[in-house]
């Protein structure tokens, strides 16, 4: 294996379907672009004239589209920023945490990252879309599936403010999972 001695960026993204690692190489002498996703090579490109520009690729089970951007700062400097779905990482981040609800677990010696779209009430559980079934319940709603033999359920409450908007919660053998800060 040829070592990645022109790696200049990495990142780490958190996605439905878990969290990604993206690698950047750009040799700058010889115009080499190399994108990897999850130690997996996506891109390769060699002997780019051109040092500046935009890698495009997809992420994840979901697809999710990326790019790489890269910029001359100065002289022989140049700057890596990476988009999810044509959005800055950064505003990829905060608007990924309205959108979604985050928790990690361990049961029966397993983690397990469960992570709830609100927009979709789509349930993912360690990269894989979970099967679900709603059911209304007197305060709310509860989206129920099963993990390792284990029930587990997501309650949807209104908080009653309007800024605050809907309370989930998850619930695994009768017990309140605290949400994770990813």
Known sequence: LEKMTDLVAVWEVALSDGVHKIEFEHGTTSGKRV???DGKEEIRREWMFKLVGKESFTVGATKTKAAINIDAVSGF???YTLEINGKSLKQYIENRLKTTNTWILNLGGTDY????EKDT???WCNGQ???TAGEFVEDGTETHFTV????C???AVSSGKRK????????VDNREIPEAVE
């Open 164 to 171: 605050e908007g809907i309370i989930h919660t998850l619930i």
């Open 77 to 79: 400097a140049y700057e």
């Open 121 to 123: 009430m789509d349930v």
């Open 35 to 37: 994108v990897y996703v």
């Open 153 to 155: 359920y997501i309650k």
């Open 129 to 131: 879309k979970m099967e």
């Open 148 to 151: 390792a033999d284990h029930s």
């Open 113 to 116: 990252r469960i992570v709830l």
